[in-house]
């Protein structure tokens, strides 16, 4: 399917466990994001990277590794689960860094840490 | 550091009026793109329209215009003639062009809308 896909849609983990959450994207968009979206508030950015083999902290990275190997994807992995992860991670990615370019978001993925 | 201030947590329209939706933010490159995104309930995120810091004239979309006041750093949405669809939460975004921040974009908090028939 032609667009950004998000595996899983629905994940629980606990406490401690390492979890990976997968985007995908079509476009060959350079640039590709992960956000997590807390109950009732905004997007807070988690890592972004330009190109494959390069990447970058957001505001929220700790606890948070990427990597990003191909352009099209672009994985998130939660190194030790801890509850105050539980949160909606979406994926987004963008043609270019210019300030004209919108983010195209894939659905995303709603993570619970018991 | 770029920041985005949406004030309204929730916001009420009558069905077929409009509404204005504020966003001021703060930001000391010159060069910047402000973004608004649609979140119906079912969660997905939908852009809805574009303004950038170099445009002289607003923003429209169909029913959507961006209200852009540079000097008050504000970047208002205003839709017009409301409908039931228009229920959903709706966030200012902005991207900056230049240093450090480049390509990355920073969110509101947003503002739930709720269109009453």
């Known amino acids: 399917d032609a667009g950004i896909t998000q595996s899983p849609r629905y994940k629980i983990t606990e406490t401690g466990r390492q979890v990976t959450l997968m985007c995908h994207q079509t476009?060959?968009?350079?640039?590709m994001f992960w956000y997590r979206q807390d109950l009732g508030h905004g997007l807070r950015l988690i890592y972004y990277s330009a190109a494959a083999d390069i990447t970058d902290k957001g505001e929220v990275s700790d606890g948070y590794v990427v990597s990003r190997s191909k352009t099209e994807n672009f994985p998130l992995t939660l190194e030790s689960a801890t509850r105050s992860q539980t949160s909606v991670y979406f994926c987004?990615?963008?043609?270019?860094?210019?300030?004209?370019?919108?983010?195209?978001f894939g659905p995303g993925t709603r993570l619970t840490v018991t | 550091a770029q920041k985005i201030t949406q004030t309204q947590p929730g916001m009420f329209v009558q069905e077929k009026e409009a509404v204005t939706l504020d966003c001021t933010y703060d930001t000391s490159d010159p060069s910047y793109g402000l973004f608004w995104y649609k979140q119906p309930s079912s969660g997905e995120m939908i852009f809805l329209i574009y303004?950038?810091?170099?445009?002289?004239q607003n923003a429209t979309e169909g029913r959507y215009s961006l209200n852009f006041q540079k000097a008050r750093k504000s970047a208002n949405l205003v839709i017009s003639a409301s409908q039931l669809g228009d229920s959903a939460m709706y966030f200012c975004?902005?991207?900056?062009?230049?240093?450090?921040?480049?390509?990355?974009?920073?969110f509101g908090d947003g503002t739930t809308l709720t269109v009453k028939p």
């Open positions: 476009w060959s968009h350079s640039y």
């Open positions: 303004q950038g810091s170099y445009d002289q």
């Open positions: 987004a990615s963008s043609e270019s860094a210019g300030t004209g370019y919108e983010q195209y």
């Open positions: 975004a902005m991207r900056e062009g230049f240093g450090t921040n480049a390509g990355k974009s920073t």
